[in-house]
C-alpha cells in the first residue's frame, strides 16, 4: 500500500506524456546535504531520505535511500548524484554508540536528531508535511541536529 | 475541524492528567515506602486519612492536567513555547537563573496565595481539605481542594510561554517541585542535619520547616524559600519530629488562622 502510493506520487512527478513546459523537469537529479552543529566525533550519522508514506520519520522500505555519514569538524557530508525527481523527507540522527538506533529515555531522544527544513522543538516526531520539499533539480540543504538530553 | 480540535486538546488533557497521576503515585509511593522502612510506625493509625490524602490527590491530578494539556497540546500543535534546547541559544549563565527564577516565581505565587488561603473565610471552604492531614505523610503531596490545586496549576505551564527556558531546565523545575512537594509532607527529613540546621538551611525550606506550618498554622507558608516568611515576620523556625504521634493528638487543638 505504501509502495503504491509512493509510486503514484513518483508517478504524478515526472514530466507527462502531453507536458507543455519548454525545458521539462529532468526525471534525476544531485541532492546535497550538510549536516551541521554535530556534538562529537563518535559514531556515525544516519540518515534516511524517504518518499511520501514511506513510514516517516522511521522510514521503511524500498524507497528509501539511507546512508550512513561521517563525522569531520562537527559536520557531516553526502551527494546523492541521481536522487529521482520528487518529494521527500530527511530523517537524520547521530548514532553515538554506533548500536544501530536512536537511544531514547522515556520517549525522549538521548542523541542527536534533526530533520529536513529543520522543524522547531515540539514534544513530538515532525510529520512529513513539516519537513517534506520538492526534488525538482540540483540542490542543496542543510540540516542541524538537536541534542536535548 | 472545530470538533477535532476540541477532541485533540481533551486528550492532551487526558494525556497530562495521567502522567501527573501516575507521578504523584510512583513518587509519593517511593517516600512512603522509604519512610516506612526507615520507621515501621510512621503511618499507624493514619489508614483512613491517606485514602483521602490519595483520593483528594487524584482529583488535583485531574485539575493539574486542564492547564498543563492545555500547555502541552499548544506546543505540539502549533509550537508556541519559548522553550528550547540548544544549551548555547542563550548565555550559558541563563540556565542557573532560570532555574532559579522559576522556583521564586513559583514560590512567591505560592506564598501569597497560601496566606490567602488561610483566611478564615477561605480556609474553611478550600485550604482546610490540605491541614485535614495530622500529620501530613507523603501521600498529602497533591492533597488539596480542587480550587486550590487550580490556583497552583497555572504558574509551571504559563512560565514556558513566558521565559526562554531550555527543555532540561523545565524538566529539572518539574522534578524539584514533585520531589519538594512530597518531602516537605512526608512526616521525616530527606537532607542532612548539618543542610538543614546549617547556613543553607535558614533560607530552603525543608520538611522539618515545613512540619512546623502543619502544626501551628499561622507561620512558615513559603514553599522552596524562606525569604518571604522572613520578611513577612511569619518564619518560626524549624520544627520537630519527636513524639509525631503526640503531635498528632495535640492537634486537635489547633484552630485555623
Request: overall charge positive; glycine content about 10%; charged content about 15%.
Amino acid at each position: 500500500m505504501a509502495a503504491l502510493s509512493a509510486l503514484a506520487l513518483a508517478g504524478l512527478a515526472a514530466p507527462g506524456p502531453g507536458a507543455a513546459e519548454p525545458a521539462p523537469a529532468p526525471a534525476r537529479a544531485a541532492l546535497d546535504i550538510t549536516v551541521h552543529g554535530i556534538n562529537s566525533a563518535r559514531g556515525v550519522i544516519r540518515l534516511a531520505i524517504c518518499p511520501p508514506a514511506a513510514g516517516f520519520p522511521d522510514c521503511k522500505g524500498h524507497e528509501v535511500r539511507t546512508a550512513n555519514l561521517h563525522i569531520a569538524g562537527g559536520q557531516a557530508h553526502i551527494q546523492f548524484a541521481d536522487l529521482p525527481a520528487g518529494t521527500y523527507g530527511i530523517s537524520v540522527f547521530h548514532d553515538a554508540n554506533a548500536n544501530g538506533k536512536l537511544d531514547l529515555f522515556m520517549g525522549i531522544p538521548r542523541e542527536g536528531y534533526g530533520f529536513s527544513r529543520n522543524p522547531p522543538f515540539r514534544p513530538r516526531a515532525p510529520r512529513f508535511a513539516e519537513v517534506e520539499f520538492a526534488h525538482t533539480g540540483t540542490m542543496a540543504t542543510s540540516i542541524s541536529l538537536r541534542y536535548i538530553l | 475541524m472545530m470538533a477535532a480540535g476540541i477532541i485533540s486538546v481533551g486528550l492532551a488533557m487526558a494525556a497530562m492528567t495521567a502522567i501527573v497521576g501516575l507521578r504523584y503515585l510512583a513518587t509519593s509511593g517511593l517516600f512512603a515506602w522509604v519512610g516506612l522502612r526507615r520507621q515501621p510506625g510512621l503511618h499507624t493509625g493514619l489508614g483512613t486519612q491517606i485514602r483521602r490524602e490519595i483520593g483528594w490527590s487524584l482529583l488535583s491530578a485531574g485539575i493539574y492536567g486542564i492547564p498543563a494539556g492545555l500547555a502541552a497540546w499548544t506546543w505540539q500543535e502549533r509550537g508556541w513555547t519559548r522553550i528550547y534546547t540548544d544549551v548555547n541559544e542563550f548565555p550559558l549563565w541563563w540556565l542557573p537563573v532560570s532555574f532559579m527564577l522559576c522556583l521564586a516565581v513559583h514560590d512567591a505565587w505560592f506564598f501569597w496565595t497560601h496566606r490567602l488561603m488561610h483566611h478564615p473565610a477561605l480556609f474553611r471552604r478550600i485550604h482546610a481539605v490540605h491541614h485535614d492531614s495530622r500529620p501530613p505523610t507523603a501521600w498529602a503531596a497533591m492533597s488539596f481542594h480542587p480550587w486550590e490545586a487550580l490556583s497552583g496549576a497555572f504558574v509551571i505551564p504559563a512560565l514556558v510561554f513566558i521565559l526562554p527556558l531550555h527543555f532540561g531546565v523545565v524538566l529539572a523545575v518539574l522534578l524539584v517541585m514533585t520531589i519538594m512537594g512530597t518531602t516537605n509532607h512526608m512526616g521525616w527529613e530527606l537532607f542532612p542535619a548539618r543542610l538543614v540546621h546549617g547556613r543553607a538551611g535558614r533560607w530552603l525550606i525543608t520538611a522539618t520547616h515545613h512540619q512546623l506550618h502543619h502544626e501551628r498554622y499561622s507561620c512558615n507558608y513559603g514553599l522552596y524559600f524562606r525569604y518571604w516568611d522572613h520578611l513577612c515576620g511569619t518564619d518560626r523556625g524549624l520544627g520537630s519530629f519527636v513524639g509525631a504521634g503526640a503531635g498528632r493528638a495535640g492537634s486537635a487543638r489547633a484552630g485555623s488562622s
